[in-house]
């Protein structure tokens, strides 16, 4: 069965850098994209970007573009956002989404990202 | 890309149909056949419940339908049961690789 299972929660000081991974599973990686949307608490969804995971090509946001670098590594199936000079309203919690007939079949749990100084 | 329009609120009693809209513009919602609805619970990551407009994913109750009509896509539920209340998001493709989320609409049973 399909899972995507996302690392634990971070507390990072302002300006610094996080790393989020995404691990799937029970499919054939390359064969999906996967997108990273976050949700600020009591806000919306929001998208970040997204990694095509056969070729490594990638799509950012404009809000997030120049701080958002999306990443893969094939062969342990997993995707990463890193998301550098952050500030408190950085704080949220982050998913990864596997993406397919222009939906998001399969999300990650999130990890929760705080933003403290 | 602004964000897809969603009423902030919708409520109903058990038993009645409620409809939540999604408007956007015939660059996203009106210009293609990816309109996705998703349900969130409090503490969950959210849930595909319409796809493609009005495609259901298995395991996703007959209670929920989708449609579209112009720039603007609606969900319907029927027959509304207490686990129905949570925060249901629409989303678009838009273009270029480019995807749209709508505000949120919090669905209240009453």
């Known amino acids: 069965q399909v899972q995507i299972v996302q690392s634990g929660a971070e507390v990072k000081k302002p300006g610094a850098s996080v790393k989020v991974s995404c691990k799937a599973s029970g499919y054939t990686f390359t064969t999906y994209a996967i997108h990273w949307v976050r949700q600020a608490p009591g806000q919306r969804l929001e998208w970040m970007g997204w990694i095509d995971t056969n070729n490594g090509n990638t799509k950012y946001s404009q809000k997030f573009q120049g701080r958002v670098t999306i990443t893969r590594d094939t062969s342990a199936s997993t995707a990463y956002m890193e998301l550098s000079s952050l500030r408190f309203e950085d704080t949220a919690v982050y998913y990864c989404?596997?993406?397919?007939?222009?939906?998001?079949?399969?999300w990650g749990q999130g990890t929760l990202v705080t933003v403290s100084s | 890309q602004s964000a897809l329009t969603q009423p902030p609120s919708a409520s109903g009693s058990p038993g009645q149909s409620v409809t939540i809209s999604c408007t956007g513009t015939?660059?996203?919602?009106?210009?293609?056949?990816?309109v996705s609805w998703y349900q969130q619970h409090p503490g969950k990551a959210p849930k595909l419940m319409i796809y493609e407009v009005t495609k259901r994913p298995s395991g996703v109750p007959d209670r929920f339908s989708g449609s579209k009509s112009g720039n603007t896509a609606s969900l319907t539920v029927s027959g509304l049961q207490a686990e129905d209340e949570a925060d249901y998001y629409c989303i678009s493709y838009a273009g270029s690789s480019n995807l749209v989320f709508g505000g949120g609409t919090k669905l209240t049973v009453l």
């Open positions: 015939s660059s996203d919602v009106g210009g293609y056949n990816y």
């Open positions: 989404a596997r993406y397919g007939s222009g939906s998001y079949g399969y």
